[in-house]
């Protein structure tokens, strides 16, 4: 599993015009089941990615197709994960 933290490189304001497009490329990113869960910071300086690929190569290439890094407003740091210890309800993380 990887964490992908993104960061806004320009104020939010100059970030929404890309924000439908991005949220798009999300919803995408769901259906190929890449992501596992997304949502923003709070405050509003980026947001978090779980995921899932077979590789950080294969990932990176995903992140990289991203409205918000195409148009130069974000930037992504992203950590591999390998949960072994969970809580209730989440055995399903294990592995992945």
């Given at each position: 599993?990887?964490?992908v933290s993104l960061e806004y ?71 591999e994960f390998l949960p072994t ?12």
């Amino acid at each position: 599993m990887f964490i992908v933290s993104l960061e806004y490189v320009v104020d939010p304001d100059t970030v929404e015009p890309y924000r439908m497009a991005h949220m798009a490329w999300v919803r995408e990113g769901f259906e190929r089941g890449v992501f596992i869960a997304s949502g923003r910071k709070s405050p509003p300086s980026g947001g978090i990615i779980l995921a899932r690929a077979t590789s950080r190569e294969r990932l990176t290439a995903w992140l990289n197709d991203d409205p918000f890094i195409v148009a130069g407003v974000a930037q992504y740091h992203v950590e591999e994960f390998l949960p072994t210890t969970v809580g209730n309800g989440f055995e399903m993380l294990k592995g992945i």
